[in-house]
């Protein structure tokens, strides 16, 4: 059974920091691809950051470069989402999504259509006034 449960949303000062979780339960760790979208207001869902487990390869959005960290925690399977100095326009709502991928690299996984992505969490909602 794939679960993948999302947490550390809110409401945040323009300037604060927030870290979002997401413990990902069921899916083959060695070979997949794993990371965050989000969807603002009026917008479309954008991809934000993936890594390809069996590199521990890294990818960004352009826009977020420099600003967001995507990592993990082999452990327990959990990955994060960090992001210090937010804006107003990093309001949105952030889903986790994961998919087994056996030959890629966080490139792939980051040029992945989000339909192609088979697990979700249920979203967390992050507000930056």
């Known amino acids: 059974h794939v679960q993948l449960v999302e947490s550390g949303g809110g409401s945040v000062e323009a300037g604060g920091s927030l870290r979002l979780s997401c413990v990902v339960s069921g899916v083959p760790y060695g070979s997949a691809c794993m990371g965050w979208f989000r969807q603002a207001p009026g917008k479309e869902r954008e991809p934000v950051a993936f890594?390809?487990?069996?590199?521990?390869?890294?990818e960004y959005a352009d826009s977020v470069k420099g600003l967001f960290t995507i990592s993990r925690i082999n452990q327990n399977n959990t990955i994060f989402l960090q992001r210090d100095s937010l804006a107003p326009e990093d309001t949105a709502l952030y889903y986790c999504?994961?998919?087994?991928?056996?030959?890629?690299?966080?490139?792939?996984?980051?040029?992945?259509?989000?339909?192609?992505?088979?697990?979700w969490g249920q979203g967390t909602q992050v507000t930056v006034s």
């Open positions: 890594f390809y487990t069996r590199d521990s390869s890294t």
């Open positions: 999504a994961a998919d087994r991928v056996t030959f890629g690299s966080a490139v792939v996984c980051f040029n992945r259509q989000s339909e192609k992505y088979g697990f």
